[in-house]
């Protein structure tokens, strides 16, 4: 089990026959859940900060660490398909009776993830917040008329290559401290990166992270059986909604 992180508490559940571990705060508050969701380089410890305060407003606060992610299971299907995380999601919200007060939080991989369950399963959450990726498809469409943004992108078209599980995986992950040390300039990572690096060290863990860019932009296995619920991340959540960017 991955270590806690001060003012929450580690747990695990099965989904679908998927063991997912997550992190919690509040479990004894009978205010509703919020469930928030992480993204690529990181895991469940970037709400380490968060959790304790949304458990102090009166919510059940967890996070858990996504599918493939250590201490959560790798799935034996192979799906990295955002559209599974979101159905992970929505059974998570069902194991830890959840209702429709419920609140769902996301950043980067975890604001796709958040834009899928909302919208398909909009009975569920009541608030949405996103950040770093906006709702609906304005990624998609940055994708393809945005030079700029292709040019931030450029480690996603290079996951892409089978050459990459192991440029990431060399020395501890130094591409992982790259990554945060381009995209926070000046920022001590140090503590970051002591926490999320267990969920990436294991080349199966790796693999799996990888396999959602393999899957959302490359030739990564997409389960047909999912297209329903994967065409929900170009739908707008009806909720309130707050995006978050910088």
Not at 27 to 49: E, I, K, M, Q, Y
Not at 131 to 156: C, D, E, H
Not at 191 to 218: F, H, V
């Amino acid at each position: 089990m991955s270590a806690t992180s001060p003012g929450s508490s580690s747990h695990s559940v099965t989904i679908d026959g998927l063991e997912l571990a997550y992190l919690a705060a509040g479990l004894d508050n009978d205010g509703p859940l919020a469930v928030c969701l992480h993204g690529f380089p990181d895991s469940a410890h970037t709400w380490r900060h968060l959790l304790p305060r949304l458990a102090d407003a009166g919510y059940r606060a967890v996070a858990p660490f996504l599918r493939g992610y250590a201490p959560s299971a790798v799935p034996a299907d192979g799906r990295f398909q955002t559209a599974a995380s979101a159905l992970d999601v929505i059974g998570l919200h069902g194991a830890l009776g959840g209702d429709s007060r419920a609140v769902i939080i996301g950043h980067d991989w975890g604001s796709i993830i958040t834009n899928i369950a909302a919208a398909h399963r909009p009975d569920l959450w009541s608030k949405v917040v996103m950040s770093a990726v906006p709702p609906g498809n304005a990624v998609g469409m940055a994708f393809v008329t945005n030079l700029a943004q292709i040019k931030r992108s450029w480690y996603m078209f290079f996951f892409q290559h089978p050459l990459a599980d192991m440029v990431v995986g060399a020395n501890d992950l130094a591409y992982i401290d790259m990554l945060w040390n381009d995209w926070s300039p000046g920022f001590d990572a140090t503590e970051e990166l002591a926490l999320l690096k267990p969920s990436l060290r294991d080349p199966a863990n790796l693999q799996a992270a990888l396999g959602y860019y393999r899957a959302t932009i490359g030739a990564g296995y997409n389960d047909p059986a999912l297209q329903d619920v994967q065409a929900k991340s170009n739908v707008i959540p009806s909720q309130p909604l707050l995006y978050l960017h910088g």
